[in-house]
């Protein structure tokens, strides 16, 4: 009826109204399949029907169809309905319902709905197909939703994760941090946590060992990273280069480079001079003979300049048993030592000569007198009885060496040590009878001199001189104790960054102490120019200096039982070891003290890796040990390119 007051209207919403009319719907359909089933019974079961009787029990062709080719099998099988066979009646039956038997695919489905000559499959979620037996790869939309790896089942599917990567839901992978959730994952190496992974570092110089989970030092001499000498320490390892081959540890502090000056000295030679300290051993560096038929006296002149003050310049006579003469330089003065008639003597006079700057002297034998003059001033006449020019089978003879004498120098009438660093020039024996000698200089270049000079002890960044010193020294008030100081003053202008200043060196070719100059720094691998002092090849106190800036510079160190120091300019460097360290190595010093050599400008054969720098030393240098100059004319053994009073100066320009 019409709603009204009497009658309130009802009203659904879409999903339930939906809900009931699909109720009646199956309520119809049913009673239909009630009555289907009836006349089935009647017209198809009892009786044998046509297919147009079947029709009319079906009442459609898509149902007809289906059952009727399936009834007439029925009967082929278990014979006419009129035999009433129970397997004919259950075949007949079961045809028109086209869920049994079920043709759907179990796995994939929900249920299966007879239709009107069809059937129709509902499928569970993740599966699709007429028979509900097709997988649905969720993976090929968009992955599933999965933000790395996506595998598809069968009927479902699920997200994976690379190796590293946890599912944090169902769908998204997060990266495990494995240092956090494993706190031993690495031992005793630092663990570092990586996108989908971690790492084990071990520090600089080691390596990590999986099985033990340990840092295993890495000997990194075995991967021959260095051009030539290596040597492997904890966690590190350093390149050594031969400095006596003239080469040093380049920028990357594997390879080998030369060690080029970086000051300019002017060390240009002058052809018309000649150096009469070029030979250590003292022998003569000129010989000459001269031969007269009628009886010749001695006349001799030449320019000379000398910072020098002891040293012979040039001898003339016979033999050492006959008359001769020695010109020499004693404290900075001309002496003479003379021998005539077997009877020798000594005179020294006159003024201060190596003061470095060029003067004229000249000797001048007379009948009966022997004159010196410097400058055309005579310092000398000494009175004489006989020749210096000796008659031998009717010719009159006379023997001429300078920067030295034919017989050895203990045999003077005052013992001298010959080696004069001093230059001749514009001589003239004998009124210039000697052209040869301008000629012999011109062809060696180490015959000559430097053309301009100062002060100081000039080291060509090769050899070395060598003394024999003492350190030790007993205690005042104790003569049984020893006491034991080395104090060291060097004032310096190098040409290049690297060498050897002053080292102790014993008879077993190790260094226990050293001062050098050195471009880098081999524990921080830097390139950087420092004075250190070494205790055998451990560096103990180093100074930042620039060394390549043309200017001098005081270098102090004082060592002793428990003490070691050094300074540069007045700025103390900086100890690298521990009191306690220190005291160590001190002691392993005065141990060696007493076979011990002392070195200037370089050292001698000694293994690459027993000091940090082996190089020889280039430039100018004087040196005072406990405050006393030290004279390289006075060494067991200088090189001979080593001048030793001499020193050319910074080229300018």
Not at 81 to 105: E, I, K
Not at 337 to 365: A, C, D, F
Not at 366 to 375: A, D, Y
Request: charged fraction near 25%; glycine fraction near 8%.
């Amino acid at each position: 009826p019409p709603a009204g007051p009497g009658c309130p209207a009802v009203l659904l919403r879409a999903p339930e109204a939906a809900q009931f009319l699909r109720q009646r719907q199956r309520r119809a359909y049913q009673i239909f399949e009630e009555t289907k089933q009836g006349h089935l019974e009647r017209e198809c079961v009892e009786e044998h029907c046509s297919k147009e009787e079947a029709r009319e029990v079906f009442e459609n062709d898509p149902e007809t169809e289906y059952f009727y080719p399936k009834y007439l099998a029925c009967i082929q099988k278990y014979g006419s309905p009129y035999g009433r066979n129970p397997d004919f009646l259950t075949c007949v039956h079961n045809l028109p319902n086209q869920c049994s038997p079920n043709p759907c695919h179990e796995e994939g489905t929900i249920k299966c709905e007879d239709r009107k000559g069809d059937f129709y499959c509902e499928c569970k979620r993740g599966w699709q197909g007429k028979k509900c037996e097709k997988d649905i790869d969720e993976c090929r939309t968009q992955n599933g939703g999965c933000n790395q790896l996506c595998l598809n089942k069968l009927g479902s599917y699920r997200c994976s994760c690379y190796s590293g990567y946890a599912l944090k839901d169902s769908k998204i992978c997060e990266d495990i941090d494995e240092c956090t959730a494993s706190a031993d994952i690495c031992g005793e190496a630092h663990c570092k946590n990586l996108i989908s992974s971690y790492e084990c570092l071990c520090d600089a110089g080691y390596k990590y060992d999986d099985v033990r989970k340990t840092c295993q030092d890495r000997d990194e001499c075995e991967e021959k990273l260095c051009e030539q000498t290596c040597v492997n320490s904890p966690g590190s390892y350093t390149c050594h280069c031969d400095g006596r081959g003239g080469v040093k540890l380049s920028q990357d502090m594997n390879t080998c480079e030369n060690i080029i000056p970086c000051v300019p000295f002017a060390v240009g030679r002058s052809i018309k001079s000649l150096h009469l300290g070029r030979m250590f051993s003292g022998t003569p560096v000129i010989r000459l003979r001269f031969k007269r038929k009628q009886l010749t006296r001695l006349v001799a002149e030449f320019d000379f300049r000398t910072f020098d003050p002891e040293g012979i310049l040039f001898f003339a006579g016979g033999h050492q048993d006959s008359t001769w003469i020695v010109l020499a330089l004693r404290k900075g003065r001309l002496e003479l030592q003379l021998k005539y008639n077997g009877i020798g003597r000594v005179t020294s006079t006159g003024p201060l000569i190596n003061h470095g700057m060029w003067q004229t002297i000249s000797v001048e034998e007379l009948e009966r007198n022997l004159i010196i003059k410097v400058n055309r001033d005579a310092v000398m006449k000494i009175a004489v009885s006989g020749d210096l020019f000796t008659l031998d089978k009717g010719v009159y003879q006379l023997n001429l060496t300078v920067g030295g004498i034919p017989f050895k120098t203990k045999d003077l009438i005052l013992p001298i040590n010959p080696r004069l660093d001093g230059c001749m020039r514009a001589w003239n024996w004998l009124n210039g009878e000697d052209t040869s000698i301008q000629e012999t200089i011109k062809m060696n270049e180490k015959m000559q001199c430097f053309a301009v000079a100062g002060r100081g002890s000039f080291y060509p960044g090769r050899g070395f001189a060598v003394f024999n010193l003492t350190y030790m020294q007993p205690s005042s008030g104790n003569e049984t104790k020893i006491n034991w100081e080395i104090e060291v003053n060097a004032v310096i202008r190098p040409a290049t960054d690297t060498g050897v200043l002053f080292a102790l060196v014993t008879e077993e070719a190790s260094v226990p102490l050293s001062l050098s100059l050195i471009d880098y720094h081999s524990t921080k691998k830097l390139k950087q120019q420092f004075i250190i002092v070494a205790l055998e090849n451990t560096v103990v106190s180093r100074l930042a200096i620039n060394l390549c800036d043309k200017k001098e510079h005081s270098v102090d160190v004082l060592l002793k039982k428990d003490h070691l120091s050094l300074r540069v300019d007045g700025v103390a460097g900086e100890n690298e070891l521990s009191i306690s360290e220190l005291e160590d190595s001190l002691s392993v010093l005065e141990s060696s003290l007493q076979s011990t050599k002392t070195y200037m400008g370089g050292l001698p054969d000694v293994p690459v890796t027993s000091t940090p720098v082996t190089a020889s030393y280039h430039g100018c240098m004087t040196l005072k040990l406990s405050n006393t100059a030290l004279d390289l004319d006075e060494a067991l053994y200088k090189y001979s390119d080593i001048t030793s009073h001499s020193c050319p100066p910074v080229q300018e320009g």
